[in-house]
């Protein structure tokens, strides 16, 4: 009996191990494999006021989207994130929202949006709106209600400051001339806190009132059908009401010295996410996406650790604020690195490694256009360092988000003139130069490379007539003079254009899962012009190799690639000796 005990125990023993081995190997796993809708798409980001205007008042509109519905289908994009078109009197281009759950008049009508959701969800498309809660308009009932008096019953929906208290500790305003986040307001003599410009209060999260209001909102949102919702500047919600004095040394030592860090750090911040997840979130198969401004390596799973149950993703600053110089708005060095590039994308794929989820860009409505922030826009460069940078966000780990105008190949505008800009920032900060006395002429030309939002909110080049096929009227911002030469329409015709690349991508991409889940490793990482991969997946293994320069380069990879299949290739023919031409890009199997 004692040997059939013993042996009965070994088995019993043996099965633990096992089950222990199957769980450690499901948990690495989890966050990498485990399939998900929003892990699997492609993202496509429409701006609505550039996209397409129907109605002739030079003001893009839901009727032009619904217009587009074929041609966005035909990208081989999954889902379609929208930029605010809630009611707003666009003091910020829509992020100043006056009204929830209405729709701007210049997009619109709530029968508009309906017809517009209906049209993508017979198409297999999904729909993801911007959900803007850190600040509303100066302009919502809200803050209209708040302002009248001290004991008003919307007083606590914003934060406010008596000024018998004295001026309050110093909070940033981005979008203030003065840098000041806190605007005094005569009528209940208090300040109220504006993280941007002063039309745009920030909202008192700490009121559960306001926050059950919000959840309210969201969840009449996902009953109408929507998808999810990227959600803009997030991070900022929970504010420590005491405003205490921050030294820059404080900042320093606990903030890395960043003003962005300190507001993505309030005591409440993950217990409002998590109460929003169980409130609305969870209710639903939906995306929820972090616009993760102060977001660090060290931080993000905070947001997006399955288990934390607050968001899907994130998005990250610190690739797009590379290259930029200190001490001045937007400024880029022409001599950024790619070694530096590479490093900092590689680190935010091993933040993913076990758990969370990630995603990948280069542009979007707050950022110069790809091309000409990391390409090459000049004509003989501009098409190949297009796709090249295509290949990149479509061959990487994480959701990757593309922004409309882009698959075309369109670059910064590279406006002359500050009468030229709508952008509140660009305008804000043109005025603290005036007023600080400083160089307004290297300012502008600043603006034209690394710089102004406006750069990617010029108007979609649909085709070469006048306005760029974009409106019969005047634009609200100038289309770019080389429409002519720069279109979707002539994109169209050619196999080989930057449109029809971008096709071929993400199809490619949908083909193969390991250009999705695949396991990624840098190579040849010191190498100052090429960018070199891996990625693997079940057995199956790519290469990919990306030129940055705009001369001939090599990696050393230590991988042979004569024998190797060529799975896309941004010239006609990729070399089999691994020299890449300038700006060439190839994904090779292995």
Known sequence: MKVVFSKLTTILLLCLVIVSVNQSAAQEKKGTTDRKWWKEAVVYQIYPRSFKDTDGDGVGDLKGIIQKLDYIKSLGVDVVWLN???????????????????????????????????GMHERGLKLVMDLVVNHSSDEHKWFQESRKSRDNPYRDYYHWWPAEKGKPAFRPGAFEADGSGWRYDKQTDSYYLHYFSYKQPDLNWENPKLRQEIYSMMNWWFKKGIDGFRMDVIPFISKDTNFPVITQEELDKNYHGRWDVYMASGPHLHDYLQEMNREVLSKYDVMSLAEGAGMLTSTALNFVDEDRKELNMGYHFEGTNLGYIPGYFKKMSPNWSLVDFKKIYSDWDAVYNKKGWGTIYLGNHDQPRMTSRWGNDAPEFRAVSSKMLTTFLLSMKGTPYYYNGDEIGMVNAKFNKIEDYRDI????????????????????????????????????????????????????????????????????????SVLNYFRKMTKLRKTNPVLIYGKYTLLDKENPNVYAYTRELEGKKVLVLLNFSSKNATAKTGINIKKSKVLINNYTKASKNGELRPYESVIYQL
């Open 425 to 496: 920032e660009t305008i804000a900060e043109y005025e603290k130069i005036k007023i600080a006395g400083g160089d307004l002429k290297q300012f502008i030309e600043d603006q034209k490379t690394g710089g102004a939002r406006d750069n990617g909110r010029t108007p979609f080049q649909w085709n070469s007539s006048k306005n760029g096929g974009f409106s019969t009227t005047e634009p609200w911002l100038k289309v770019n003079d080389n429409h002519t030469a720069i279109n979707a329409e002539a994109q169209e015709k050619d196999p080989n």
């Open 84 to 118: 605010p078109i809630y009611g707003s009197p666009n003091a910020d281009n829509g992020y100043d929202i006056s009204d929830y759950q209405t729709i701007m008049k210049e997009f619109g009508t709530m029968e508009d949006f309906d017809a517009l959701l209906k």
